[in-house]
């Protein structure tokens, strides 16, 4: 199938500003951009777009990131390649993008005290935004349904 709507930039020429103002806020050099795009990539598996999570795996890739550690990012929680820090972001993507199965806050005060441990305001903020941005992408990607990365439209 090809993307549905293939101008959204000739239509919602907005969405650039946005597209920019998101990669200012959240590029602003408080949280490693690896870190941002392991988010970014778990947030693709669990939302099941395989548009994000090949664009994002490229983007690792690209930036040197090991097999071992784009693999793992799917189980990341037994994996032992990721350092506390990523560890605490990715534990926070997954609470924002999986409800809890037991009806309990998503992000408990318990996970962002962990997140707090490894990363200061403008960073917990910064972390904040890049998954809003996952979200806001995600979502965009979900309903226009651009091919997968590498592939033809």
Same mark, same amino acid.
């Given at each position: ?9 000739? $239509? ?9 103002? =998101? ?14 795009? $392991? ?20 983007? $690792? ?65 910064? =972390? ?13 990607? =979900? ?11």
């Amino acid at each position: 199938m090809a993307i549905r709507i293939p101008e959204i930039n000739t $239509l919602v020429p907005e969405i650039q500003e946005v597209a920019r103002a =998101l990669l200012k806020a959240t590029g602003n050099g408080s949280v490693p951009s690896g870190t941002i795009s $392991l988010v970014y990539l778990r947030a693709g598996q669990l939302v099941g777009n395989t548009y994000q999570v090949l664009r994002h795996t490229s983007d $690792l890739r690209r930036a040197g990131e090991s097999e071992e550690r784009i693999a793992c990012v799917a189980s990341w929680g037994d994996a032992t390649c990721f350092t506390d820090a990523e560890r605490a972001a990715l534990a926070l993507t997954d609470a924002v993008f999986q409800p809890n199965p037991r009806g309990e806050e998503r992000v408990p005060d318990d996970l962002f005290a962990e997140v707090a441990e490894h990363y200061d305001e403008k960073a917990q903020a910064t =972390l904040a935004a890049v998954i809003a941005s996952a979200g806001f992408w995600m979502n965009v990607a =979900l309903v226009l349904k651009p091919p997968p990365a590498g592939q033809a439209a």
